[in-house]
């Protein structure tokens, strides 16, 4: 249900560029200086600043009634967003979005990492996120459908492309309501999804693995403790980066399809799904591995030189098969990374207010690595992107050079915790993975 419901966030979060190439940058005059990369940015603003109290409040009020709810209301946002005049009208339902959808990953995170061992949380993250790139996938397609609407009841086609996935959107709120499962030391409250009994073995199974399984008592300092833990940042670095990346494709690829290689606006939209499918295949078959081999970083390292291969390729070759070969490498890297970063950092931290922090910092960064998106993929360098396609080689040997880092440290801690002289995370038998 997770998934699902991030397959209609990651929709209505990026459906903006097939929107911007069916008529919303020429209706709303976003063409003018940097208006399409600002409506683009003005969503990230709200979607940082409001992670870190709405992981609290999914912990509090709990995730079927907190995350139904903003669905739902998103939902409203997103076919009001189909009835715009201008384009001050649509950064501040982007606002809106933003602060939304703040509440929506950063909970998803946590939630599932709170219901898997540490070597089972790649293969879930993968599946959830793959769900995701499903999304990703056929949003273009359903866009190019919709925008066929052209002219009915006098609306242009990509106001139906708002409109009627706001309706979807609010169909798969109405089913959170149902379907959505609590933490698992309350699921057996959640549409007696498991009883009591199965609850308590999830409950003693994830306690076996790294004993956090029951909750907490909330106080603002054990929440705000992990702050002062290096991980913490490094981990997020690593998110910024990869979301630097994976945002302005989202964003940007159907315009660079379009005007870039020539593509028409059907072809631009619907060639953004076979690269999606083969990441897919990517994200999942390295989540396998890394699950099955207990290893992290081999994984990130190798998505990393993935993207480093395909965004040379896409940004610089001459041939557009050539380049189109290089959107396939570049999109799998990066997104193939997001499950693997997340199973990074949730492997290697305890505590459920940690874990929360950590997944609303993480997201955070991802949100910041959005803002960077819209800033170096600007709109006067359309169509090759150049200072964008620099700055996400940059960033992908930034990953590197982290993951090596910690990786090194971790290590050495793991020594140490073996002789005795270091406990990690209040706990003697916990270790790193690497």
């Known amino acids: 249900m997770t998934g699902l419901a991030y397959c209609i966030s990651l929709m209505d979060r990026t459906n903006l560029s097939a929107a911007a190439i069916a008529g919303l940058k020429k209706e709303l005059?976003?063409?003018?200086?940097?208006r399409y990369s600002i409506v683009v940015l003005m969503f990230f603003v709200p979607y940082i600043i409001f992670?870190?109290?709405?992981?609290?409040?999914?912990?509090?009020?709990?995730p079927t009634i907190f995350l139904s709810t903003i669905i739902m209301t998103w939902a409203v946002i997103m076919i009001g967003t189909g009835f715009t005049k201008n384009w001050g009208q649509l950064v501040g339902l982007r606002v809106l979005l933003g602060v939304l959808e703040a509440g929506y990953f950063p909970g998803c995170v946590y939630l599932l990492s709170c219901w898997y061992t540490r070597y089972d949380v790649q293969k879930r993250f993968s599946i959830f996120y793959l769900i995701g790139c499903v999304a990703s996938a056929l949003s273009g397609i359903l866009a190019f459908g919709l925008m066929q609407?052209?002219?009915?009841?006098?609306?242009?086609?990509?106001?139906?492309?708002?409109?009627?996935?706001?309706?979807?959107t609010g169909a798969i709120g109405l089913l959170c309501f149902v379907f959505l499962v609590d933490f698992p030391d309350r699921a057996a409250k959640s549409w007696k999804f498991l009883n009591q009994k199965e609850c308590d073995f999830i409950v003693r199974r994830i306690n076996n693995d790294r004993k956090d399984g029951n909750l907490e008592p909330f106080s603002l300092i054990k929440f705000l403790r992990p702050g002062a833990d290096l991980k913490i940042w490094g981990f997020a670095m690593i998110f910024f980066c990869l979301t630097t990346v994976t945002y302005a494709i989202a964003y940007f690829l159907p315009i660079i399809l379009m005007e870039g290689m020539g593509f028409g606006v059907g072809a631009a939209q619907c060639l953004v799904a076979p690269p999606y499918v083969f990441a897919g295949i990517v994200m999942y078959a390295t989540a396998w591995f890394g699950d099955k081999y207990h290893v992290r970083a081999p994984v990130l390292i190798f998505n990393a030189l993935l993207c480093i291969i395909g965004l040379p390729m896409m940004g610089f070759a001459k041939g557009d098969a050539t380049r189109y070969a290089g959107v396939f490498f570049t999109v799998a890297g990066a997104n193939a990374n997001i499950p693997s970063c997340m199973a990074y950092q949730a492997n290697n931290v305890r505590g459920q207010?940690?874990?929360?922090?950590?997944?609303?910092?993480?997201?955070?960064?991802?949100?910041?690595g959005g803002i960077v998106s819209s800033l170096v993929f600007r709109s006067q360098d359309a169509p090759e992107y150049r200072p964008g396609m620099y700055a996400a080689l940059a960033c992908n040997v930034l990953i590197i050079l982290i993951v090596s880092v910690m990786s090194i440290w971790?290590?050495?801690?793991?020594?140490?915790?073996e002789q005795g002289k270091r406990v990690i995370e209040r706990e003697p038998s916990f270790r790193y993975t690497i």
């Open 353 to 368: 207010w940690t874990r929360a922090f950590s997944s609303a910092t993480l997201v955070g960064f991802g949100g910041l």
């Open 149 to 168: 609407l052209n002219g009915q009841h006098g609306l242009t086609g990509w106001r139906w492309i708002f409109i009627l996935e706001g309706v979807i």
């Open 29 to 34: 005059a976003l063409n003018v200086g940097n």
């Open 410 to 417: 971790f290590r050495f801690c793991n020594r140490q915790a």
């Open 51 to 62: 992670q870190p109290p709405m992981t609290i409040l999914i912990r509090k009020i709990g």
